[in-house]
């Protein structure tokens, strides 16, 4: 653990990388809250929450080249996506399903993110599909010798999917620049941790496909940036890929469907609250200076801006005409 007073410093983050963390965790919470206001105002069908997971996909993203490394994230990656280069219009226009949508212009449900233009590879609902294509792309910047990182995220229940496994041994085969990073939140659904894995955690199944598997706390961004950076730094030295671990815990319900007081008491989530990630970084970035009371109100607020903009923009939008229905379905024109 590196000391509190220049931990980002001697990370080689600048003050500035720092605060556009905190600016990334802020506005993923904030729009995942207006999220479960519009679904409970039954103005959106569904919503799957990354509420209490921001450090882990903030700290992974930002030690990932924008524009030039893949990732093929799961539903719950709102941060990483965000970083990346998508928008709060665009995570609105998706969960109003309109035809601006970038993802699937308004026909995948929320949290099936996709943009060619930020090399995020478009996900499926099947959990853990994502894997074996990170895999793919990290296959093919080997066989063509370009200088790519592919990242991969997803749940503890989806590292005992057979999409997983076949992906970690192939990937540990051919030596790929794939990095693996499971976002351990404690439940698959409504499975407790406990019931999901024989082994100790998910980080100990990577000794068995041939590459390093390392376990980091999840709800301290700085602590996720290190150990991503130094995965991404093995994969383009050509050393393979890296499992990672982010130990984190899921604030809301499963999904917008789900009621989570079947499956945990509220004493758990409220004793998980006390180390939600947004405050231990605001705490960190007042320690150091960077961050006042005023200056976090001010950012609080043009976020808030941000938010409301959005989703006021992607309300009046309008929806995809009918006749488009089968469009991306079927081929449009002679086939040759």
Known sequence: MLAAENRHIELGLSDEQVMDMYYYMVLARKLDERMWLLNRAGKIPFVISCQGQEAAQIGAAFALEKGKDYTCPYYRDMGVVLVMGMTAKDMMLSAFAKAEDPNSGGRQMPGHFGSKKHRILTGSSPVTTQVPHAVGIGLAAKMRGEDVVAYTSFG????????????????GVHDLPVIFF????????????????????????????????????????????????EAVERARKGDGPTLIEAHTYRLVPHSSDDDDSSYRAREEVEEARKNDPILRFRHYLMDTGLLTDEKDEDLQNRIQKEVDEATDYAENAPFPEPETALRYVYGSGEVK
């Open 156 to 171: 503890e229940g989806s590292s005992n999917q057979g999409d997983f496994h076949e992906g970690a041994n192939f990937a």
């Open 182 to 229: 499971c976002e351990n939140n404690k439940y698959a659904i409504s499975v407790p941790l406990k019931k999901q894995l024989a082994c100790e955690s998910v980080a100990d199944r990577a000794v068995g496909y041939g590459f390093p598997g390392v376990k980091v706390d999840g709800n301290d961004p700085l602590e996720v940036y290190k150990v991503m950076k």
